[in-house]
């Protein structure tokens, strides 16, 4: 059985639609010897500090910077009925067609699921700029080698890991960057002390995180910095 695991439902129908569909599956579909099914995206989330150490649950400036040693993926909550899935199919399938969107990130959203359930086998890829049944037909009958593509996989996970790292150590330190100057001893724990990506940033960004901190601490405003 040949498996195209998409980057999107939407994408993994149109490749169905035009191999033609012989059997539907709200989590999959069958055409003939082929087998079309899809992920929602990034189906697998990157380890959270404390994921890595339970000592990081708690973040010190001692602890910083905080660089994973092997980087690891979960998956996400929510995608856990779909990876079982992919991962069944997966075990009986004798080759795999990528089926990500064309660029760096669709590259990796697959490949990255590929390793997660250590898949060996052949993988080609489908580059799939529109969605048409034209394009379609035309892709399907270019397969290509998936590793000609190991560059934008790379590029993305290099992306991936820098917004992780550059993340997780300007909240931290944006958000207790005054407190930490100002004190000897380290802090304790504060309302302000958050984990998480660039997108978790406390209300007001990184300097708001700041000033939570120091008027949580009593401690003084940044020169320039009037009170709220």
Known sequence: MRLFVAEKPSLGRAIAAELGVTQNNPTFQICGSDTVTWCFGHILAPYDPQDYDD???TWRRRDLPIIPTEWKLRP???ALTQLQVINHLLSEASSVVHAGDPDREGQLLVDEVLEHFHYTGPVQRIWLASLDSLSVQKALST???NSNY???RD???A???ADWLIGMESVEVGANAGAELLTVEEDPPGPERRTGPVGG???GGRAGGRDQGLRARGLPYPPGKPPK
């Open 155 to 157: 590029a993305a996970r």
């Open 201 to 203: 940033h406390p209300p």
């Open 150 to 152: 190991a560059n934008l």
């Open 55 to 57: 000592n990081l649950r």
């Open 143 to 145: 397969l290509k080698d």
């Open 159 to 161: 992306r991936s890991q």
């Open 76 to 78: 996400k909550e929510s």
